[in-house]
């Protein structure tokens, strides 16, 4: 693990949360090896050396060597039990869950497009296996991964959990919205239902330690071109804006909502204070964050990949904030953190 994950970690297990929860306890984590639930993994793991009994994760993956990239040095323990399943399909499981996070899904426009029926399917079906295992095995808490994509376009507005825009269904991307939103639908039904303890998290654009180079998304290219000290290249007219939160803050944040969020509600997840055009992203990089570099910002006018409908929005995080969290990582620490992180 490199220096920076730990320090990650440090931070997250200082905040002040009922960690003691976890205790002997069994954590279900769907999705495992990918970047936000991977980092939920590895706390808990860390959390074993100061729980008075150790908790247990069973990490559900897709491909074994896929999640071995960011959980390879933890395959050989103990406390981590690796199961290897297509959440596209129904998935059947019949050990313990005291806590059930679902956060299997493709994230990356790129992904979603060379599987968009993988895509739908894995969150709304993956989502029922999920909720049904946790209603049959009486877990105390449920956390469902969804998506700011859900918002639609909305405009450069302040993003409230209860404000929705325009997204067309009857287009190919929509499979990644859609496909939240009906598991969104999915988990308040079964919340009244079946009471199901379920909270929702909707993540924005979250960078840091253990992203995926080639992942296709705009910061995941910009940390490619300072780690091979190239001039960073925008692919559009970088006019959209996104707010970008640091990884550790991010994983503060589901926890937060995993362990004191409200049955049945969603919650914003994403820095409130980092909300930046693509152009201006580019240019802070260069300019603030790794000047020594002497790179530049360059910005033809091509985009090789799909646009994304949503143009902006800054995210309402008062909900959250109203739990006790708080984003600490501004947009130059954080990314130069994340560069670091890979310079081992």
């Known amino acids: 693990m490199s220096r920076i994950v730990s320090e990650d970690v440090s931070h997250i297990l200082a905040a002040d949360l009922p960690w003691e929860r976890?205790?002997?306890?069994?954590?279900l984590v769907t999705g495992a090896g990918g970047l936000l639930p991977a980092y939920m993994v590895i706390t808990l793991l860390h959390l074993n050396e100061r729980l008075s009994a150790p908790c247990t994760v069973v990490a559900v993956v897709r491909d074994r060597d896929r999640a071995a990239v960011r959980l390879g040095p933890y395959l050989h323990r103990t406390d981590l039990q690796l199961i290897e399943s297509d959440l596209s399909r129904p998935f059947f499981y019949d050990g313990p869950a005291d806590f059930v996070i679902h956060a299997a899904s493709p994230a990356s426009p790129a992904a979603y497009l060379r599987d968009p029926v993988g895509t739908m399917l894995v969150n709304v079906v993956g989502a029922q296996s999920a909720l049904e295992i946790a209603v049959r095995r009486r877990a105390e808490s449920v956390l469902m991964f969804s998506s700011g994509e859900v918002y639609g376009e909305t405009g450069d507005v302040l993003v409230h959990e209860n404000a929705f825009g325009y997204l067309d269904p009857a287009t190919v991307r929509a499979c990644y919205g859609e496909g939240k939103r009906a598991a969104e639908t999915l988990s308040v039904a079964?919340?009244?239902q079946h009471g199901a303890p379920v909270k929702i998290v909707r993540p924005m654009h979250t960078y840091g330690p253990l992203i995926d180079l080639a992942d296709g998304r705009v910061f995941c290219d910009f940390v490619a071109d300072i780690l091979a000290r190239r001039d960073i290249k925008v692919n559009s007219d970088g006019l959209a804006k996104r707010p970008f939160c640091y990884l550790a803050d991010a994983t503060l944040g589901y926890f937060t909502v995993l362990l004191k969020g409200v049955d049945g509600t969603p919650y914003n997840v994403g820095n409130d204070l980092a909300v930046l055009t693509i152009r201006d992203l580019a240019t802070t990089l260069v300019t603030d964050a790794f000047p020594e570099l002497g790179l530049r910002a360059a910005f033809p006018k091509s985009n090789p990949?799909?646009?994304?409908?949503?143009?902006?929005?800054r995210p309402d995080v008062s909900r959250l904030r109203a739990l006790g969290w708080a984003p600490t990582t501004g947009v130059v620490e954080g990314f130069r953190r994340t560069v670091e992180s890979f310079q081992r």
Do not use: D, L, R, V
């Not at 990949?305 to 929005?313: E, N």
């Open 22 to 27: 976890f205790a002997g306890k069994t954590t």
């Open 190 to 192: 079964y919340a009244i």
């Open 305 to 313: 990949t799909k646009p994304s409908p949503i143009t902006g929005g």
